[in-house]
């Protein structure tokens, strides 16, 4: 189980808005992943049962719920802040109380952190991101070594309410969480604890081969392609630096008809080649660029990602910035230490 324990006092403080709030908000990032959807849909469930006077529970993610993610239990539910942002930030400023999921501060949950600063509600964070800004909150649950905001949420609720409001809805929400933020407990699970979570949840009968398909098996034909160029055409690796990268244009993404949620999980490609330490993929935006950054062995990209104004974890981080492709590649190439190094051009020889 869990070996931290919870602050008494915030328990039982949560336990008490959640039962007499009317109107509860539930809020995620900006471009949601398998965490954010897992733990901010996992929470709605919850807390449609915890909720004693069957109280409005609205989940609201900034850019809505990924295509990839619309299979998970009440999906259908979240509204998205790009395509009904009035009811968002109305639903907002009128809830009593606020959960926000896998995120460390409001910048994250882009233009909707004005509406969430002006909300009068009661704000809790559940978190496992470093660096919470705890004066946006009212209670902070923040855990940066626990391995999602999905496990914390797990021992959260049980330590709340028991197990009592645990079924198997729930618990192939928080496991999808727990399995993508992982890579498939690939990292971030050296605590004993993720894997007592797993072990929890799978006993719900929520067949985790089905949900291993619906997270990784749903390459479309463009999807599978673009990964065929992306690899022999726009992957960057400096052997001596033990760096690898990708850069994406806006072009490059039209041409195969890919978006960000394509993406995903393109830039661990990189660390499957041994001699690789350290991956980045750079995607072009309108006026931005993103970058995701990995890492193995003992390099910490949260650090890396901090210079760019991002954060996240130490072998999982990233950041938007406002700038183009070049300039980002550049200053991203400066602090990896390859800037102004050519990129190996051809296989090396045995």
Known sequence: MYAETFDNQSIATLRQQVSEAQKIVLLSHMNADGDACGSILGCTLLLDQAAEKKQSVVPILP???????????ASGRILSGERERKRCETAIKEADLIVCLDFNTGSRIDFLQDALAGAKAFKVLVDHHHNPAREQFDIVFSDPSISSTCELLLWLSVETWGRQYLNVDVARCLYTGLRTDTGGFAFSCSQPSCFDAAA?????????????????????????????????????IYPQQRVALFSFSIDDQQQYGVTGEDMEGLVNYTLMMTEIAVGALLREEPGRTKVSLRAKNDVNVNLLAQELGGGGHTKAAGATCPMPLDKTLAAVKRLLGVEGQEPMKNLPTA
């Open 200 to 236: 929890l949840l799978v006993s719900y009968d929520i067949h985790p081969a089905e949900i291993h398909n619906q997270i990784t098996n749903t390459f479309t034909f463009n999807r599978m392609m673009f990964y065929g160029f992306a690899l022999s055409h726009r992957l960057e």
């Open 63 to 73: 850019n809505g719920c990924p295509k990839t993610m619309e299979w998970l239990p």
